[in-house]
């Protein structure tokens, strides 16, 4: 365990947004990242050279609350208040589609792999998937099988999982047509999946984060000590898969040893509950975005 790897030095502090930042992304080869905010924009940020924006999407009649882009950084796709998934051109700045047919508004958006197809999870309770390819504006698939919001989904060449706030992690077998579930106890608000896909991290209201294995459900590790009962707040692998990294109401930024369970730090510096944490696909980087309005970079000191 490298405790040189945590990224425990803010860079670089972004701002532009004029409201809360709730998802801040790393394009695919972490050079560039992309940003949501509750002022209806998304911007676009090379946190290495500036702290100002390169550029600012508008569109949005409501909050934005998730970002999704694509592996070859041409197209995003964002969500939010809209109750519509939008998929974006990056260089134009103009909007491709809308994809239309959920009844309230989106919490979560997601590409597959090669970026053909995009889901989206609601209010309303259900998982979208739609065809970016196709001019079809029907949803290919509607999975309903939640009772409550669905606040995070996550796509594998052969799986898509979602995170409810009914305490439900659904594992979706696309080969098989099969559907698992794993109750959690908890609303949960954040799932993502490690770098070996077997193991997913899961967020959950009573301010604790799991780990859990998803094939079979067993809970493997608990990590606690941030602050995590009213919001949407997100936690991430390191790209190691050696820590574990979060946001959290108290306005820090929370590491730990993703074996032991052990809290390595706590870093202040933003002004707000901090939403957004991603990791850079390579090196020791790590955004967080918060209500703030800021979106910080950290570094552990060395590439």
Not at 92 to 116: E, M, P, W, Y
Not at 167 to 189: E, F, L, N, Q, S
Not at 257 to 262: F, P, V
Not at 270 to 299: E, F, R
């Amino acid at each position: 365990l490298e405790l040189a790897d945590v990224a425990t030095e803010c860079i670089t502090t972004l701002r532009g947004h004029t409201s809360h930042v709730q998802v801040v992304k790393f394009t695919s080869r972490g050079d560039y990242c992309v940003s949501g905010s509750y002022d209806k924009t998304m911007r676009l940020w090379n946190p290495f050279k500036s702290n100002r924006s390169i550029e600012s999407y508008t569109g949005h009649g409501y909050a934005i609350e998730d970002i999704s882009i694509t592996p070859d950084n041409s197209k995003i796709a964002s969500c939010g208040g809209d109750k519509l998934p939008y998929l974006w051109d990056v260089e134009t700045g103009k909007i491709i589609r809308r994809f239309h047919g959920h009844d309230q508004s989106l919490k979560c958006v997601q590409f597959n792999k090669d970026a053909s197809i995009l889901f989206s999870g609601s209010h309303d309770t259900t998982v979208r998937i739609w065809d970016c390819k196709s001019r079809n504006f029907e949803p290919i698939q509607i999975l309903d099988e939640a009772t409550d919001s669905i606040y995070s989904i996550c796509v594998t060449d052969t799986e898509i999982i979602t995170g409810s706030v009914d305490g439900g992690v659904r594992r979706y077998d696309i080969r098989a047509g099969k559907m698992m579930c794993d109750h959690i106890d908890r609303a949960v608000t954040s799932v993502s999946l490690s770098n070996d896909k077997n193991i997913l991290l899961v967020s959950t209201l009573d301010s604790t984060i799991r780990l859990i294995d998803k094939d079979d459900g067993s809970v493997y590790n608990e990590y606690r000590g941030h602050v995590n009962n009213n919001y949407s707040i997100k936690s991430r692998f390191t790209n190691n898969d050696a820590f574990v990294v979060s946001g959290s109401e108290d306005n820090k930024v929370y590491w730990w040893s993703l074996e032991t369970g052990e809290r390595v730090c706590s870093l202040s510096g933003h002004g707000g509950s901090v939403c957004g944490v991603d990791v850079h696909p390579h090196q020791n980087y790590v955004l967080t975005c918060s209500s703030d309005m800021a979106i910080k970079l950290w570094s552990n000191g060395r590439r």
